[in-house]
């Protein structure tokens, strides 16, 4: 379900889940679906063995396995990238624990990443998209961007930072929006409404918009 709003009409643009969802998330992540193939200690093969968990999870639920892909995904990227404000966010993406509290990374004993591609006019070309960047500072990777725009399909909005595509006025550019900022405000992400989806209903998926979001 989604809650835009609180009672009080402040935005709070959260999702709320089944507790079996939850128990889901739990089981996964143990699994460590989300990151196994990234731990420094990694195991020979563990793209196999990682691989091999997810089919067999894929037997028994198919909603749970799209935010530990997306999580899995960028977690490589995100152990090159990461800002110097985001350093804390290292332990907690490689951990093997599930946590749903709407906090700051850094103070999350596991997280998960989302992805913001798909816009109305851009699916599969995302040449098309139309949310823009601009640099609130120097142009360097870390510093701060102000992003405005929608998508279409953001799935997993209760992930604690999506990786989204916005113009930044030099072509496509690749963007850390993270769910909450580091002093613990929301960043301006506006859950417009959820997918009704034909499948893949236990996962949500949102319309979204950014409001000068923070990138
Ligand atoms: C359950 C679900 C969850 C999703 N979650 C996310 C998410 O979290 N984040 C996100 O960003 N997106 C998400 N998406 C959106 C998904 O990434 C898009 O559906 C995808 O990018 C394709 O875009 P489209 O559906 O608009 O298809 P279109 O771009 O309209 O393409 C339709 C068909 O035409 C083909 N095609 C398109 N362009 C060309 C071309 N130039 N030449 C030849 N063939 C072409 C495509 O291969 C496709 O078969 C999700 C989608 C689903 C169904």
């Known amino acids: 379900m989604l809650l835009r709003y609180d009672a009080r009409g402040v935005r709070l643009d ?4 089944h507790p079996a969802w939850h128990l889901l998330m739990q089981g996964v992540c143990a699994s460590r679906l989300q990151n196994l193939s990234w731990q420094p200690d990694v195991l020979d093969r563990a793209m196999v063995a990682r691989a091999a968990r997810f089919i067999l999870h894929a037997q028994v639920e ?8 997306m999580t899995h995904a960028a ?28 906090l700051p ?3 999350k004993r596991g997280l998960l990443i989302g992805m913001g591609m798909t816009e109305k ?19 360097a990777p ?5 992003i405005t725009g929608h998508k279409w399909f953001f799935s ?8 989204i595509l916005a113009q930044s006025g030099k072509g496509l550019s690749c963007f850390l929006l993270p769910r909450l900022l580091p002093d613990g405000t929301r960043n301006a992400i506006r859950l417009e409404r959820l997918k009704e989806k034909l499948g893949n209903r236990a996962n949500a998926s949102s319309e979204a918009e950014f409001q000068d979001a923070t990138g």
């Open 105 to 107: 990374g850094e103070q």
């Open 62 to 69: 198919a909603g749970t396995l799209c935010p530990v892909t």
């Open 121 to 139: 006019q851009g699916g599969s070309d995302v040449t098309a998209n139309t949310t823009r960047a601009e640099p609130l500072a120097a142009r």
């Open 156 to 163: 997993v909005p209760q992930s604690d930072a999506h990786l």
């Open 14 to 17: 959260e999702v709320r889940f």
């Open 75 to 102: 977690v490589p990227l995100l152990q090159r990238w990461l800002p110097d404000d985001f350093a804390g966010w290292r332990e907690p993406l490689l951990s093997d624990r599930y946590d749903n509290h709407a």
């Open 142 to 146: 870390g510093s701060l961007w102000r």
